[in-house]
């Protein structure tokens, strides 16, 4: 079972920014797609960004021009750069791994979440 831990949340304000990181541990290299999630208090959790094996990504609209995903697959790490942040990015963001077990069933795995506050 691959462990997955996030980091790099916290309070900033409006217009700063703010990298995420999340290691696993296990190779990301192993995994299909990886991404990034976020959920707002009293809100369903929204896709924020994915990386697919091959390296094409997906921006949710409400984040295209402003985030950007990367991964090191060096040292198992998936990133979120963020950048000009708005009060409405306050949320708890989550990171996503999936790839398919040996009998092809599919795996998923979340890490706990870190707190991003950004304060207007």
């Known amino acids: 079972q691959a462990q997955v831990v996030e980091s790099g949340g916290g309070l900033v304000q409006a217009g700063g920014s703010l990298r995420l990181s999340c290691t696993t541990s296990i190779s990301i290299s192993s995994f299909h797609v990886m991404g990034w999630y976020r959920q707002a208090p009293g809100k369903q959790r929204d896709m924020v960004a994915t990386i697919f094996n091959g390296g094409s990504t997906n921006y949710a609209d409400f984040v295209k021009g402003r985030f950007a995903i990367s991964r090191d697959n060096a040292n198992h790490t998936l990133y979120l750069q963020m950048s000009s942040l708005k009060s409405e990015d306050t949320a708890v963001y989550y990171c996503?791994?999936?790839?398919?077990?040996?009998?092809?069933?599919?795996?998923?795995?979340w890490g706990k979440g870190t707190l991003v506050t950004v304060s207007s």
């Open positions: 996503h791994f999936f790839r398919f077990g040996a009998l092809g069933e599919g795996r998923d795995y």
